[in-house]
C-alpha cells in the first residue's frame, strides 16, 4: 500500500471526511465546561447525566424503540410471506412482484412522508401514529422481502421436498424446516429494519405530533435551539448502544449476510 | 436383531407383483417433450434402474413417481392405486435426493426420526427403529452429529436410513452415488445392493452410470430422449442390445454394415487382431456368420491393463479394438501406426441390430 | 412447492397499495384543496421561475458534485481494500461502513463544531496566522457538500466494494506477468471490469444527495435551500400543497430517471463483458 501514494491518500482524505466528524461528537461529549467546542476543556461525565436526565430525549427514545419494533415486526410478517411467494412457487412475472415490494427504496422518502401526510392526516383525519406506523411498515417492506428472499433462493430446494417425501404437509415443512433455515436471514432483516425505523428523520419528521415524537427528530429539534454537549453526549451514548447491537449481529449472524441484503 | 421386511404400507398385507406402473405417461412443456408415452413396470421386491443420458427424462420420470411432478397425461399406479393426483406426502415413498437433502438443523437421529415424528410413531418405537435403520447403513455410532459434521458418504447412508425409517412402498434413489469419489462409489453401490436384498425394498434407482446399472440392477430401464429404449435384466441388455443407442450407450463401440449382414456390433473387447498374413490360431475366428477383415492401425494407446488400437478398415470404418496386456502377449511385437492388420470377430460375439431410422 | 402464492403476496400488496401507491398517486396529482391542473401549473411556474430554478439547479449540483468526490474517494478505498492482503482489511471496511448504523443528524452535526467560526478547523486558521477570525465555514455549499459526502461515501464504498471483489484478482496477475505496470493494470483491467457496480455506486449516491434533507438543512441554512427543504417548507410551514406536489413530482421524476438510466447504461455494459 506505501508504494501507491496516490490512491492512498484518496483513500485517507475519505477516511477523515468520515470519521472525523464522528470523532469530534465523541471527544467532545466528555468535556468538564459548558459549550459545544473543540479542543474540548477537561473531562467529565456530567453531560452523560444530564443527557440520561432530560425527558424528552427519554421520552422520545421510548417513542423509537417502540416504533421500530412495532414495525419492523410488521414489516416481517408481510415480507416474510411475500419472499416465499417469489421463490418457492411457480408466480408468473416473479421479477415484476419483486421490484414492485421493492419500489419504495427508489422514491425519497420526505415525498412518501408528504403523501401520507396528505391523504392519511389531513384527507381521513387518521391519528399521526397511524401514519408514522404506514410509513414506517412501507420503506421497511423492501428489505423484508430482499433480504429474506436472498437467504431463500440461497437454499437447497430439494431439503423442502425431502421433508414432503416424508410425508410431512406444506405447512409441517414450512414449520419446521424452512423457517429455521431462514433464521439468518429474517434476523438480518429484522436488524436492517430496526435499524431503518430507528434512524429515520424525513418521516418522522412529517408525520410527528406532540405526543408521539421519534428520538432523531427530538435531537434535529434540539440541535437547532441549544447547541451544548448534551446531544453529543447522547449521540455517543447511541453510538455504543449500536456497537453493541452490531457486534451481537456479527456473533449471531455474521456481517456478510447481512450487507449481502443492502447490495442492488 | 432381525431385519423387518419393508415394503408393505401400513395398510396393505398383500402386495401385487407390479410395485408401481406407468400407463402412456408423458411430461410436456410448451413445445419441449421430457417424457414421450411411456409405460413401464417395476417389480416388487427388485430393484430396477432408470438409465440413460442426461437429459433422457429418467429423473423427470421419477420425479414424477414421486409427485414433486404432476403428469401432463397418462397414469401412475403404485400398488395397484391410481396414485396420479397425489401430492408427495401421501404417497408414502422414501426418496433419496442427489444432493442428500438432510435437515442441516437437526442432528442425524431428528433427521431419521422425522418421518417418524410426523406419523406420530410412539417415542420408544421411534427410537428403536431410528436406531435399526442406522445400523443397517452402519452408522449407529454418529446418531448425535450433525450433517456438516459427516463425510459425503455419511451423508448419503444418513438420507438412506431416514427414508427406510418409514418404512415405504418403494425407495426411490437419484444418482445417488454422483457425488462421491470413485472408490467411495464402487463401495456404496454394494451397500446399496445389500440393503435392498435384506430389506426386501422395492428399489428404482436413476443414473447415467452404466457400470453402475450393471452391478445394481435386477432390472434395468434404458431412455433416451423421453422414451424408453429397452429393459430387461442387465445379462439381456448388455448381450443383446435392442438398438443402436443402446448398444452405444453400453460401450459396444464398433458399428459395421457390410456384406449385407445389415447393422451389426462387436465389443472392443471381443475383437482380435494379428499382424496381416500370420496364420490364424486355433480358436479364432473362422466359422461362418465370424468375419475376418483387412485393416491398418490408426493410433495405439495404452491404458496399462489394455491397449486400445484404432484401426481404419478398407471402406474407411473405424474400429477399436482392446488388447489385453499381460504375460501372456508379451511376445508380440509392439504395433505402429500403418501397420496391416487382419480384424477378426467370432459368430457369438456379433450382435445385430435393427436399421438405423434416419 | 407453494400451490396458491397469491394468498401469501395479498396482505403486503394490500398494504403497499393503501399505503403507498394511492397516497403517493393522490399527492401527486390530487392534492387536498387542490386540483391537478393547480399543480401542473405551480410546476410551470417552478420550472420557469428563476428563484425555484436556482434551488433545482442547486440541488442537481450538489447531487453531482456529491456523487463525483464520493466515487473519487471511495473507489479507491474499496479497490485498496479488496485487493488488500491485510488481516486489517475487515476492521477498516467495518469502520466505513458502521456509520450506516447511525442517523443522519448524529453523523451530521459533528461538523458544527469543526466548521463553525469557533470549530476546529477556524481555529486552526487563527493559529496559522492566516486570518484575525475563523471564517464561517458553515451554511456554505462547501459545508453542505462535505456533509453529504461524509454521508454516502460509505454508500459508495461497499457498491465499489463488492464489483472489485468480483473481478478476479487472477486477472491483474495476468496483466502484470505480461508486463502491465500496477497503475496500467488498475485502469485497464479492474476499472472498466467494475464499471457496473461503479455506476451502481454513482447512482446510489445521486439518489441520495439530490433527495436528502437533514444534512442540507443542518449545514445549509436558509441560504443554501434544496428540493427537499423546500417541500418541507411548502409542506408544513407555509402549507401552499400545489408547491408541495409540483416539488414532489421534480424529486420523484429525478430519481426515476436516473435510476431508469442506469439500468439501462448496466444492461448494456454487462452484454459488453
Same mark, same amino acid.
Given at each position: 500500500?506505501?508504494?501507491?501514494?496516490?490512491?492512498?491518500?484518496?483513500?485517507?482524505?475519505?477516511?477523515?471526511?468520515?470519521?472525523?466528524?464522528?470523532?469530534?461528537?465523541?471527544?467532545?461529549?466528555?468535556?468538564?465546561?459548558?459549550?459545544?467546542?473543540?479542543?474540548?476543556?477537561?473531562?467529565?461525565?456530567?453531560?452523560?447525566?444530564?443527557?440520561?436526565?432530560?425527558?424528552?430525549?427519554?421520552?422520545?427514545?421510548?417513542?423509537?424503540?417502540?416504533?421500530?419494533?412495532?414495525?419492523?415486526?410488521?414489516?416481517?410478517?408481510?415480507?416474510?410471506?411475500?419472499?416465499?411467494?417469489?421463490?418457492?412457487?411457480?408466480?408468473?412475472?416473479?421479477?415484476?412482484?419483486?421490484?414492485?415490494?421493492?419500489?419504495?427504496?427508489?422514491?425519497?422518502?420526505?415525498?412518501?412522508?408528504?403523501?401520507?401526510?396528505?391523504?392519511?392526516?389531513?384527507?381521513?383525519?387518521?391519528?399521526?401514529?397511524?401514519?408514522?406506523?404506514?410509513?414506517?411498515?412501507?420503506?421497511?417492506?423492501?428489505?423484508?422481502?430482499?433480504?429474506?428472499?436472498?437467504?431463500?433462493?440461497?437454499?437447497?430446494?430439494?431439503?423442502?421436498?425431502?421433508?414432503?417425501?416424508?410425508?410431512?404437509?406444506?405447512?409441517?415443512?414450512?414449520?419446521?424446516?424452512?423457517?429455521?433455515?431462514?433464521?439468518?436471514?429474517?434476523?438480518?432483516?429484522?436488524?436492517?429494519?430496526?435499524?431503518?425505523?430507528?434512524?429515520?428523520?424525513?418521516?418522522?419528521?412529517?408525520?410527528?405530533?406532540?405526543?408521539?415524537?421519534?428520538?432523531?427528530?427530538?435531537?434535529?429539534?434540539?440541535?437547532?435551539?441549544?447547541?451544548?454537549?448534551?446531544?453529543?453526549?447522547?449521540?455517543?451514548?447511541?453510538?455504543?448502544?449500536?456497537?453493541?447491537?452490531?457486534?451481537?449481529?456479527?456473533?449471531?449472524?455474521?456481517?456478510?449476510?447481512?450487507?449481502?441484503?443492502?447490495?442492488? | 436383531?432381525?431385519?423387518?421386511?419393508?415394503?408393505?404400507?401400513?395398510?396393505?398385507?398383500?402386495?401385487?407383483?407390479?410395485?408401481?406402473?406407468?400407463?402412456?405417461?408423458?411430461?410436456?412443456?410448451?413445445?419441449?417433450?421430457?417424457?414421450?408415452?411411456?409405460?413401464?413396470?417395476?417389480?416388487?421386491?427388485?430393484?430396477?434402474?432408470?438409465?440413460?443420458?442426461?437429459?433422457?427424462?429418467?429423473?423427470?420420470?421419477?420425479?414424477?413417481?414421486?409427485?414433486?411432478?404432476?403428469?401432463?397425461?397418462?397414469?401412475?399406479?403404485?400398488?395397484?392405486?391410481?396414485?396420479?393426483?397425489?401430492?408427495?406426502?401421501?404417497?408414502?415413498?422414501?426418496?433419496?435426493?442427489?444432493?442428500?437433502?438432510?435437515?442441516?438443523?437437526?442432528? /442425524? #437421529? +431428528?433427521?431419521?426420526? $422425522?418421518?417418524?415424528? &410426523?406419523?406420530?410413531? !410412539?417415542?420408544?418405537?421411534?427410537?428403536? @427403529?431410528?436406531?435399526?435403520?442406522?445400523?443397517?447403513?452402519?452408522?449407529?455410532?454418529?446418531?448425535?452429529?450433525?450433517?456438516?459434521?459427516?463425510?459425503?458418504?455419511?451423508?448419503?447412508?444418513?438420507?438412506?436410513?431416514?427414508?427406510?425409517?418409514?418404512?415405504?412402498?418403494?425407495?426411490?434413489?437419484?444418482?445417488?452415488?454422483?457425488?462421491?469419489?470413485?472408490?467411495?462409489?464402487?463401495?456404496?453401490?454394494?451397500?446399496?445392493?445389500?440393503?435392498?436384498?435384506?430389506?426386501?425394498?422395492?428399489?428404482?434407482?436413476?443414473?447415467?452410470?452404466?457400470?453402475?446399472?450393471?452391478?445394481?440392477?435386477?432390472?434395468?430401464?434404458?431412455?433416451?430422449?423421453?422414451?424408453?429404449?429397452?429393459?430387461?435384466?442387465?445379462?439381456?441388455?448388455?448381450?443383446?442390445?435392442?438398438?443402436?443407442? /443402446? #448398444? +452405444?450407450?453400453?460401450? $459396444?463401440?464398433?458399428? &459395421?454394415?457390410?456384406? !449385407?449382414?445389415?447393422?451389426?456390433?462387436? @465389443?472392443?473387447?471381443?475383437?482380435?487382431?494379428?499382424?496381416?498374413?500370420?496364420?490364424?490360431?486355433?480358436?479364432?475366428?473362422?466359422?461362418?456368420?465370424?468375419?475376418?477383415?483387412?485393416?491398418?492401425?490408426?493410433?495405439?494407446?495404452?491404458?496399462?491393463?489394455?491397449?486400445?488400437?484404432?484401426?481404419?478398415?478398407?471402406?474407411?470404418?473405424?474400429?477399436?479394438?482392446?488388447?489385453?496386456?499381460?504375460?501372456?502377449?508379451?511376445?508380440?511385437?509392439?504395433?505402429?501406426?500403418?501397420?496391416?492388420?487382419?480384424?477378426?470377430?467370432?459368430?457369438?460375439?456379433?450382435?445385430?441390430?435393427?436399421?438405423?431410422?434416419? | 412447492?407453494?400451490?396458491?402464492?397469491?394468498?401469501?403476496?395479498?396482505?403486503?400488496?394490500?398494504?403497499?397499495?393503501?399505503?403507498?401507491?394511492?397516497?403517493?398517486?393522490?399527492?401527486?396529482?390530487?392534492?387536498?384543496?387542490?386540483?391537478?391542473?393547480?399543480?401542473?401549473?405551480?410546476?410551470?411556474?417552478?420550472?420557469?421561475?428563476?428563484?425555484?430554478?436556482?434551488?433545482?439547479?442547486?440541488?442537481?449540483?450538489?447531487?453531482?458534485?456529491?456523487?463525483?468526490?464520493?466515487?473519487?474517494?471511495?473507489?479507491?478505498?474499496?479497490?485498496?481494500?479488496?485487493?488488500?492482503?491485510?488481516?486489517?482489511?475487515?476492521?477498516?471496511?467495518?469502520?466505513?461502513?458502521?456509520?450506516?448504523?447511525?442517523?443522519?443528524?448524529?453523523?451530521?452535526?459533528?461538523?458544527?463544531?469543526?466548521?463553525?467560526?469557533?470549530?476546529?478547523?477556524?481555529?486552526?486558521?487563527?493559529?496559522?496566522?492566516?486570518?484575525?477570525?475563523?471564517?464561517?465555514?458553515?451554511?456554505?455549499?462547501?459545508?453542505?457538500?462535505?456533509?453529504?459526502?461524509?454521508?454516502?461515501?460509505?454508500?459508495?464504498?461497499?457498491?465499489?466494494?463488492?464489483?472489485?471483489?468480483?473481478?478476479?484478482?487472477?486477472?491483474?496477475?495476468?496483466?502484470?506477468?505480461?508486463?502491465?505496470?500496477?497503475?496500467?493494470?488498475?485502469?485497464?483491467?479492474?476499472?472498466?471490469?467494475?464499471?457496473?457496480?461503479?455506476?451502481?455506486?454513482?447512482?446510489?449516491?445521486?439518489?441520495?444527495?439530490?433527495?436528502?434533507?437533514?444534512?442540507?438543512?443542518?449545514?445549509?441554512?436558509?441560504?443554501?435551500?434544496?428540493?427537499?427543504?423546500?417541500?418541507?417548507?411548502?409542506?408544513?410551514?407555509?402549507?401552499?400543497?400545489?408547491?408541495?406536489?409540483?416539488?414532489?413530482?421534480?424529486?420523484?421524476?429525478?430519481?426515476?430517471?436516473?435510476?431508469?438510466?442506469?439500468?439501462?447504461?448496466?444492461?448494456?455494459?454487462?452484454?459488453?463483458?
Amino acid at each position: 500500500m506505501r508504494s501507491r501514494p496516490f490512491l492512498f491518500t484518496l483513500a485517507i482524505v475519505g477516511y477523515v471526511i468520515m470519521i472525523v466528524p464522528i470523532l469530534f461528537v465523541v471527544l467532545s461529549s466528555f468535556t468538564a465546561g459548558r459549550t459545544l467546542s473543540f479542543p474540548p476543556q477537561g473531562f467529565s461525565l456530567q453531560w452523560f447525566q444530564k443527557a440520561l436526565a432530560y425527558e424528552p430525549f427519554i421520552e422520545s427514545l421510548g417513542s423509537s424503540l417502540l416504533l421500530a419494533i412495532l414495525t419492523t415486526v410488521i414489516a416481517l410478517g408481510l415480507g416474510v410471506p411475500i419472499a416465499l411467494a417469489i421463490a418457492r412457487s411457480n408466480l408468473r412475472g416473479k421479477a415484476f412482484v419483486q421490484s414492485l415490494f421493492v419500489s419504495p427504496l427508489i422514491v425519497p422518502e420526505l415525498v412518501i412522508g408528504l403523501a401520507l401526510y396528505q391523504q392519511v392526516m389531513i384527507t381521513l383525519r387518521l391519528d399521526s401514529f397511524i401514519a408514522l406506523m404506514l410509513g414506517h411498515i412501507v420503506i421497511l417492506l423492501p428489505y423484508a422481502v430482499r433480504v429474506t428472499g436472498a437467504t431463500l433462493a440461497l437454499g437447497d430446494t430439494s431439503i423442502e421436498d425431502a421433508a414432503r417425501g416424508l410425508g410431512a404437509s406444506p405447512f409441517y415443512t414450512f414449520r419446521t424446516v424452512t423457517l429455521p433455515l431462514m433464521r439468518p436471514g429474517i434476523i438480518s432483516a429484522a436488524l436492517l429494519s430496526f435499524i431503518t425505523s430507528f434512524n429515520n428523520v424525513p418521516l418522522s419528521l412529517l408525520l410527528q405530533s406532540r405526543e408521539f415524537r421519534t428520538f432523531p427528530v427530538t435531537m434535529l429539534d434540539y440541535v437547532q435551539q441549544s447547541y451544548d454537549p448534551m446531544i453529543a453526549a447522547m449521540s455517543t451514548l447511541i453510538m455504543a448502544g449500536t456497537v453493541v447491537i452490531a457486534i451481537i449481529a456479527e456473533r449471531t449472524v455474521g456481517f456478510a449476510k447481512i450487507f449481502g441484503g443492502i447490495n442492488k | 436383531m432381525s431385519t423387518p421386511t419393508y415394503g408393505a404400507t401400513a395398510s396393505s398385507t398383500t402386495l401385487s407383483p407390479v410395485a408401481a406402473e406407468f400407463v402412456g405417461i408423458s411430461q410436456v412443456y410448451g413445445s419441449s417433450v421430457a417424457v414421450d408415452n411411456i409405460d413401464l413396470q417395476i417389480e416388487q421386491g427388485k430393484l430396477t434402474t432408470l438409465l440413460g443420458p442426461s437429459g433422457c427424462g429418467k429423473t423427470t420420470s421419477l420425479r414424477m413417481l414421486a409427485g414433486y411432478l404432476e403428469p401432463t397425461s397418462g397414469e401412475i399406479r403404485i400398488n395397484g392405486v391410481d396414485s396420479t393426483k397425489l401430492p408427495p406426502e401421501k404417497r408414502n415413498l422414501g426418496m433419496v435426493f442427489q444432493s442428500y437433502a438432510l435437515f442441516p438443523h437437526m442432528t /442425524v #437421529a +431428528d433427521n431419521v426420526a $422425522y418421518g417418524l415424528r &410426523l406419523r406420530k410413531v !410412539g417415542a420408544k418405537e421411534r427410537d428403536a @427403529r431410528v436406531a435399526e435403520c442406522l445400523d443397517l447403513v452402519g452408522l449407529g455410532h454418529l446418531a448425535d452429529r450433525k450433517p456438516k459434521a459427516l463425510s459425503g458418504g455419511q451423508q448419503q447412508r444418513v438420507a438412506l436410513a431416514r427414508a427406510i425409517a418409514i418404512r415405504p412402498s418403494l425407495l426411490l434413489l437419484d444418482e445417488p452415488l454422483s457425488n462421491l469419489d470413485a472408490r467411495l462409489r464402487v463401495q456404496m453401490r454394494t451397500e446399496i445392493r445389500r440393503i435392498q436384498s435384506e430389506t426386501g425394498l422395492t428399489v428404482v434407482l436413476v443414473t447415467h452410470d452404466q457400470d453402475e446399472a450393471l452391478e445394481m440392477s435386477d432390472a434395468m430401464v434404458l431412455m433416451r430422449a423421453g422414451k424408453i429404449m429397452q429393459t430387461g435384466s442387465p445379462t439381456e441388455v448388455f448381450t443383446a442390445p435392442a438398438n443402436r443407442f /443402446v #448398444a +452405444d450407450f453400453l460401450g $459396444y463401440e464398433n458399428f &459395421l454394415d457390410f456384406d !449385407g449382414r445389415g447393422l451389426i456390433t462387436v @465389443r472392443p473387447e471381443h475383437l482380435r487382431l494379428q499382424p496381416a498374413g500370420v496364420p490364424v490360431y486355433a480358436g479364432t475366428p473362422s466359422s461362418a456368420n465370424g468375419f475376418v477383415l483387412p485393416a491398418t492401425v490408426t493410433s495405439v494407446a495404452y491404458r496399462g491393463t489394455d491397449e486400445i488400437v484404432t484401426v481404419t478398415t478398407a471402406d474407411a470404418t473405424p474400429l477399436k479394438v482392446s488388447m489385453h496386456r499381460g504375460s501372456h502377449s508379451a511376445h508380440l511385437a509392439p504395433l505402429r501406426p500403418g501397420d496391416a492388420v487382419d480384424i477378426s470377430a467370432s459368430a457369438g460375439d456379433i450382435v445385430s441390430l435393427p436399421a438405423e431410422a434416419a | 412447492m407453494i400451490r396458491r402464492p397469491k394468498l401469501l403476496l395479498l396482505p403486503g400488496a394490500v398494504v403497499l397499495v393503501l399505503a403507498f401507491l394511492i397516497p403517493s398517486l393522490a399527492m401527486l396529482f390530487s392534492p387536498p384543496s387542490t386540483s391537478t391542473g393547480e399543480v401542473f401549473a405551480k410546476l410551470g411556474a417552478m420550472l420557469t421561475d428563476p428563484y425555484d430554478l436556482t434551488i433545482i439547479v442547486r440541488t442537481l449540483l450538489f447531487g453531482l458534485i456529491v456523487t463525483a468526490i464520493c466515487i473519487l474517494l471511495g473507489f479507491p478505498i474499496a479497490y485498496l481494500l479488496a485487493r488488500s492482503q491485510s488481516r486489517f482489511a475487515g476492521v477498516w471496511l467495518a469502520l466505513a461502513i458502521f456509520p450506516l448504523l447511525l442517523s443522519t443528524v448524529v453523523r451530521t452535526f459533528g461538523w458544527l463544531v469543526i466548521l463553525g467560526s469557533n470549530g476546529a478547523i477556524g481555529q486552526i486558521i487563527v493559529a496559522l496566522g492566516l486570518a484575525d477570525r475563523g471564517p464561517q465555514l458553515l451554511y456554505t455549499p462547501l459545508a453542505v457538500i462535505l456533509g453529504m459526502t461524509q454521508l454516502f461515501l460509505p454508500l459508495a464504498i461497499i457498491s465499489c466494494y463488492s464489483a472489485v471483489a468480483q473481478v478476479d484478482s487472477n486477472l491483474d496477475d495476468a496483466a502484470r506477468g505480461l508486463g502491465a505496470s500496477r497503475t496500467r493494470t488498475l485502469w485497464t483491467i479492474v476499472i472498466p471490469m467494475s464499471l457496473p457496480g461503479i455506476v451502481v455506486a454513482a447512482t446510489l449516491v445521486f439518489a441520495g444527495a439530490s433527495t436528502a434533507y437533514t444534512t442540507p438543512y443542518l449545514l445549509g441554512g436558509t441560504g443554501q435551500r434544496v428540493l427537499a427543504t423546500q417541500l418541507f417548507t411548502y409542506a408544513s410551514i407555509t402549507v401552499n400543497w400545489a408547491a408541495a406536489s409540483a416539488t414532489a413530482l421534480i424529486m420523484t421524476v429525478l430519481v426515476f430517471l436516473v435510476s431508469g438510466l442506469s439500468s439501462a447504461l448496466a444492461s448494456r455494459k454487462g452484454s459488453v463483458v
